[in-house]
């Protein structure tokens, strides 16, 4: 089964080639093929010379701030390139999997937020995702849509590894506390990948999965959790003070979920695995951050 992971260099990108054997890969350099992904009619190119049974679609436009001063660029990856990617695999009859957000949501429900909840996103990022959802759903392709939340990893440009640096040059933290979400480790998210891959012929339309680590927790708490566990495995010198605020002492460009708590049942359900504790899946990444680069 020819396998095509796209983003191959980003934080998941580099946990699905990890985790998945074989697959050949595309990013903007270092890859099998070389490619700004935002070209699509190259990218279109690419899919007809390489005839893909699977394409892993791990391209996004993740900055979320960013996104706000430019939607247009944000619904090029998020909305642009999925719709045709998921025309092409329509043609073809391949396999299209694709990773959404949390961030579509709004509102708190008092439980996790399931599949078939109304979305109402509050920024251009949870817009351009959306979009990027219902051009899939709407092509009828065989795909898989997984939504996530929190998702972190060793690399730079996520919240835990972001914390980890100020908490290791010795700096006190201030910490949002009152959104409340499910934290995803990238390793986390390759997995349950691997997992639904193993069963893709089961896939004949769309279908849409949470797939996050389990249970809920504020930033502020997953901060404090981070710091401990990192002093105690000496990866920082020290347990730095992490102080909670809240939203309104931290602005940003764009509107965040307060609730963003996703209910893994779909995706238990269908493969027979657990998902981890979002708690013990961050243990196994920072026993492995050292070594790995987790």
Request: hydrophobic residues 40%; glycine residues 8%; aromatic residues 6%.
């Amino acid at each position: 089964m020819t396998t095509l992971l796209l983003g191959a260099n980003g934080q998941l990108g580099r946990h699905l080639r990890a985790e998945i054997a074989g697959m050949a890969t595309c990013a903007r350099s270092q890859a099998d093929h070389a490619l700004d992904l935002s070209d699509i009619e190259t990218a279109s190119r690419l899919l007809d010379r390489i005839q893909p049974e699977v394409i892993v679609n791990a391209a996004a436009w993740t900055a979320v701030d960013d996104a706000e001063d430019h939607e247009d660029q944000a619904f090029r990856l998020n909305h642009d390139l999925p719709a045709a990617l998921a025309e092409w695999c329509r043609r073809h009859e391949a396999l299209l999997v694709h990773y959404s957000t949390d961030y579509v949501f709004s509102g708190q429900p008092g439980r996790p937020w399931r599949e078939d909840d109304p979305v109402a996103p509050e920024s251009a990022y949870g817009r351009s995702k959306l979009a990027g959802e219902q051009a899939i759903a709407a092509s009828a392709c065989r795909a898989l849509v997984l939504r996530t939340a929190w998702v972190y990893s060793a690399l730079p440009g996520n919240f835990v590894s972001a914390i980890l640096k100020r908490a290791g040059e010795g700096q006190d933290l201030k910490v949002v506390a009152d959104q409340t979400g499910s934290p995803t480790w990238a390793g986390t998210l390759a997995r349950a990948t691997k997992a639904l891959l193993g069963q893709a012929d089961q896939i004949e339309r769309p279908q849409l999965m949470h797939v996050t680590g389990q249970g809920a927790v504020s930033w502020h708490q997953l901060a404090c959790l981070a710091v401990q566990m990192a002093a105690e495995r000496g990866i920082i010198e020290r347990a730095v003070e992490v102080e909670p605020i809240g939203s309104d002492q931290w602005p940003q460009k764009a509107r965040r979920p307060a609730w963003s708590v996703l209910d893994g049942g779909r995706f238990e359900h269908f493969t027979g695995k657990r998902l981890p504790d979002w708690d013990a899946a961050l243990a196994e990444c920072l026993e492995q951050w050292s070594e790995a680069q987790c």
